[in-house]
């Protein structure tokens, strides 16, 4: 993968820069910094969730995939979608390489090569028993005029 992928697609304004001087973060399912042109959008957290926002149980893979769905949810809901996402904050209870590998799937699987930026936090709990996964995100409104959709 280049250091620095400006995407010359016209539904990707995103610019994915991984600097030589950094590992290569793409196997680890991020990128080191992105940025666009546009309006900062952020979400909060989504989660495994049925429509009254209880938790959805299921394993963590489960959990990872129904997030991310709702994910999708909050940003069609702002006339946005994951191309617009430039960073990912991800919450893992009980973190181990076994749920890294699970999620970096799932990202590979959502972005593709179109890596956000990430950080990803092990936690002990989160907000409601049963939560396993969550995940927030900024994304970028493209400029009127440059609709990416």
């Known amino acids: 993968m280049s ?3 400006s995407n010359s697609n016209s539904r990707d304004d995103r610019t994915i820069t991984n600097p030589p001087a950094l590992h290569d973060p793409t196997p680890f399912g991020y ?25 959805v149980a299921g394993d963590f893979a489960v959990q990872v995939e129904l997030a991310f769905d709702r994910l999708e949810a ?5 006339g946005l979608g994951l ?9 893992i209870v009980d973190h181990d390489p076994g749920r890294l590998e699970i999620l970096g799937k799932a990202l ?3 972005f ?6 990430q950080t990803l936090s092990g936690v002990a709990s989160l907000a409601l028993p049963g939560m396993l996964f969550e995940v927030d995100a900024i994304a970028v409104r493209p ?6 959709s």
């Open 108 to 110: 590979h699987a959502r």
């Open 112 to 117: 593709g090569e179109r890596l956000p930026a």
């Open 74 to 78: 909050a940003l069609a809901g702002v």
């Open 143 to 148: 400029p009127r005029g440059q609709d990416l």
């Open 3 to 5: 250091q620095s992928d």
């Open 83 to 91: 191309r617009h996402v430039v960073r990912l904050g991800t919450f």
């Open 31 to 55: 990128s080191h910094a992105v940025s666009a042109p546009g309006e900062p959008v952020f979400l909060a957290g989504q989660y495994a969730s049925d429509a009254s926002g209880a938790p």
